[in-house]
T-cell receptor, first 109, second 116 residues
Framework: LAKTTQPISMDSYEGQEVNITCSHNNIATNDYITWYQQFPSQGPRFIIQ???TKVTNEVASLFIPADRKSSTLSLPRVSLSDTAVYYCLVGSNNNDMRFGAGTRLTVKP | DAMVIQNPRYQVTQFGKPVTLSCSQTLNHNVMYWYQQKSSQAPKLLFH???????NEADTPDNFQSRRPNTSFCFLDIRSPGLGDAAMYLC???????????????FGPGTRLTVL
């Protein structure tokens, strides 16, 4: 099972771009990288998933370098409502993925 | 809207008194998962069902069991709750188990269990 390492916490201000990097040095060939967002007292919510290069959706972008040993979640122009915990998961099956400690993002006015 | 529903949202039980948490889904997904999330910790997978096939995590205590009578419903049974079992219990679903497009997990709002 691929282990992930993320910063424990990050602070930002409204309107800024936030980049959260996740390290996964032992990622396997068939593993995908998936990010979830969790607000207090709610279940996690899927944000984005990728295998290589760059993926973009209406919420975020995911940058994955060629060696795939890390990935960066990019949140454009954050607002106060983006304050949450962000989890990076790596695996080839949902049941093999493990939630790590996550990154607690605080967006300030 | 298609969704994952958990009832009740808050459950209080007494030490050693069996308790059942329920999860239902309108997504018609094949896979259903149960996670335990303690305060300020990450969700921890307890077990999952792929259709009717039950898959237990190696470190899930025997005190935790699950039932899936049909595609839509899944139950978490805690036979003898201890104080250490107080947590948020999250149910999730996915179309399939393999990572990749369209197989992301959809989580319910969770049931917060208090053990007195």
């Amino acid at each position: 099972l691929a282990k992930t390492t993320q910063p424990i916490s990050m602070d930002s201000y409204e309107g800024q771009e936030v980049n959260i990097t996740c390290s996964h040095n032992n990622i396997a060939t068939n593993d995908y990288i998936t990010w979830y967002q969790q607000f207090p007292s709610q279940g996690p919510r899927f944000i984005i998933q990728g295998y290589k290069t760059k993926v973009t959706n209406e919420v975020a972008s995911l940058f994955i370098p060629a060696d795939r040993k890390s990935s960066t979640l990019s949140l454009p122009r954050v607002s106060l409502s983006d304050t949450a915990v962000y989890y990076c998961l790596v695996g080839s099956n949902n049941n093999d993925m493990r939630f790590g400690a996550g990154t607690r993002l605080t967006v300030k006015p | 809207d298609a969704m994952v529903i958990q009832n009740p949202r808050y459950q209080v039980t007494q030490f050693g008194k069996p308790v059942t948490l329920s999860c239902s889904q309108t997504l018609n997904h094949n896979v259903m998962y149960w996670y335990q999330q303690k305060s300020s910790q990450a969700p921890k997978l307890l077990f999952h069902y792929y259709d009717k096939d039950f898959n237990n995590e190696a470190d899930t205590p025997d005190n935790f069991q699950s039932r899936r009578p049909n595609t839509s419903f899944c139950f978490l049974d805690i036979r003898s709750p201890g104080l250490g079992d107080a947590a948020m219990y999250l149910c999730a679903t996915s179309r399939g188990r393999t990572s990749g497009r369209y197989n992301e997990q959809f989580f319910g709002p969770g049931t917060r269990l208090t053990v007195l």
